[in-house]
T-cell receptor, first 111, second 109 residues
Framework: DVKVTQSSRYLVKRTGEKVFLECVQD?????MFWYRQDPGLGLRLIYF???????EKGDIPEGYSVSREKKERFSLILESASTNQTSMYLC??????????FGPGTRLTVL | EDQVTQSPEALRLQEGESSSLNCSYT??????LFWYRQDPGKGPEFLFT???AGEEKEKERLKATLTKKESFLHITAPKPEDSATYLC??????????FGRGTSLIVHP
């Protein structure tokens, strides 16, 4: 079974802190994605990566950056957390058939 | 631009009351359609992929069908444990899927 894991299920941070969210997949998938999910807004793509050290902006990249130094690991960085970044963050990886496999999610609260 | 619209937004059923969820799509060239189930506070879980009109896939009480313009997720004799949000998506260019907003299903015992 494909396994996508995320570093934390719940996270509470203060405004202005730098936040790191990590995602690891164990199926050698090339494509990895970060989304945020908010009530009424659905899934919104923040960044994606189709190879090591490669990244592409999604629909809402402002305030975020990413890092992919190894194929299995894709990190999302909030440079200076703000209250409007309180959300559920979901990581996913994609197989050859473009089927996305999601991690359990990180519920981030910024105070 | 690819578009995916799901209806209804929310659906309440009694246990055993069969119904269908709709996913209509507009794409330049269909490369498949995906269905996911998402439980509250968790990541979406992959259910099905459909590739061509007329194709059907089944899993327990769920059956997904596909036409040239829409897909249906039929739920037969649902149970409370089928309560979840159901998402559909189509793969787009650059490996990026377009997701619908989802249908929130609640099945009452």
């Amino acid at each position: 079974d494909v396994k996508v894991t995320q570093s934390s299920r719940y996270l509470v941070k203060r405004t202005g802190e730098k936040v790191f969210l990590e995602c690891v997949q164990d199926m050698d998938h090339e494509n990895m994605f970060w989304y945020r999910q908010d009530p009424g807004l659905g899934l919104r793509l923040i960044y994606f990566s189709y190879d090591v050290k490669m990244k592409e902006k999604g629909d809402i990249p402002e305030g975020y950056s990413v890092s992919r130094e190894k194929k299995e690991r894709f990190s999302l960085i909030l440079e200076s957390a703000s209250t409007n970044q309180t959300s559920m963050y979901l990581c996913a990886s994609t197989d050859y058939y473009n089927e996305q496999f999601f991690g359990p999610g990180t519920r981030l609260t910024v105070l | 631009e690819d578009q995916v619209t799901q209806s209804p937004e929310a659906l309440r059923l009694q246990e055993g009351e069969s119904s269908s969820l709709n996913c209509s799509y507009t794409v330049s060239g269909l490369r498949g359609l995906f269905w996911y189930r998402q439980d509250p506070g968790k990541g979406p879980e992959f259910l099905f992929t459909l590739y061509s009109a007329g194709e059907e896939k089944e899993k327990e009480r769920l059956k997904a069908t596909l036409t040239k313009k829409e897909s249906f997720l039929h739920i037969t004799a649902p149970k409370p444990e089928d309560s979840a949000t159901y998402l559909c998506a189509v793969p787009g260019g650059s490996y990026i899927p377009t997701f619908g907003r989802g249908t929130s299903l609640i099945v009452h015992p």
